[in-house]
């Protein structure tokens, strides 16, 4: 399913309009002008519920969800070349698996659970993912370059408001790993079907999360969730 084949297509105009009192109305504005082809914004009403897949096509997109996103299969959020797209959602986002990369940004303004993982990619062309609310999932994948935030409800990222593992670099604000994604913590941490060559691999990371497959090996999973009280 194509996110940005459902709704309908409004202005610019429309939205500011509409969403003059959001705090991030500037940030998705700004999408038009951020690339070169014409964004056409759309909105959802009434959210999206769904069985199946959803995704985001090469883009530019700018989508609002006036409501929940809620998918008992997985997202992907995803652009071509330096397309940068923007999405809101209004209500809780619910999937098994959440994908973001390329040049995708993605603003809740609730909750996002995950029974699966999140695995951001790509962040130096812009791709973003952030709740405003809290961020549950069984683990969070990030590449070096990408970021991840949960505002639990507050104005800026705040520990608590990550109920999951984090894999990422040192050096952001809004998050801090749980463990790094650097040499040296792979083989004695990930299961092998997420390995190549010894080194943590974001796209087998992904093939094994849809086969229901979780990147830690279990008694390695097992302490850190109790470390971490969850």
Do not use: C
Not at 8 to 22: L, M, Q, T
């Amino acid at each position: 399913m194509k996110l940005e084949e459902m709704g309908r297509e409004v202005s610019f105009e429309d939205i500011g309009v509409r969403y003059r009192s959001h705090q991030l109305l500037s940030w998705f504005l700004e999408t038009r002008d951020l690339v070169d082809a014409e964004v056409r914004p759309r909105i959802i009403e009434g959210g999206v519920h769904a069985t199946e897949d959803i995704e985001t096509g090469d883009g530019p997109w700018a989508l609002i969800i006036e409501g929940e996103l809620v998918t008992s299969g997985d997202l992907s959020f995803k652009t071509g070349d330096y397309a940068t797209s923007t999405l809101i959602v209004t209500g809780h986002v619910r999937a098994r698996n959440v994908f973001y990369g390329q040049s995708a940004r993605v603003a809740i303004d609730r909750d996002l659970v995950a029974s699966g993982v999140v695995i951001g990619t790509w962040g130096s062309d812009g791709a973003v993912l952030g709740a405003s609310g809290t961020l549950t999932a069984r683990a969070v994948l990030l590449d070096a370059h990408t970021s991840i935030s949960a505002n639990a409800g507050g104005s800026h990222s705040v520990p608590e408001g990550f109920r999951t593992l984090i894999v990422g670099a040192n050096g952001w604000r809004e998050f801090k790993p749980d463990i790094l994604n650097e040499p040296g913590h792979y083989a004695h941490t990930f299961v092998p079907e997420v390995l190549r060559n010894g080194v943590l691999d974001l796209s087998l990371a992904r093939a094994h999360a849809k086969r229901g497959g979780t990147p830690f090996l279990p008694e390695v999973e097992q302490a850190l969730r109790a470390k971490k009280g969850l």
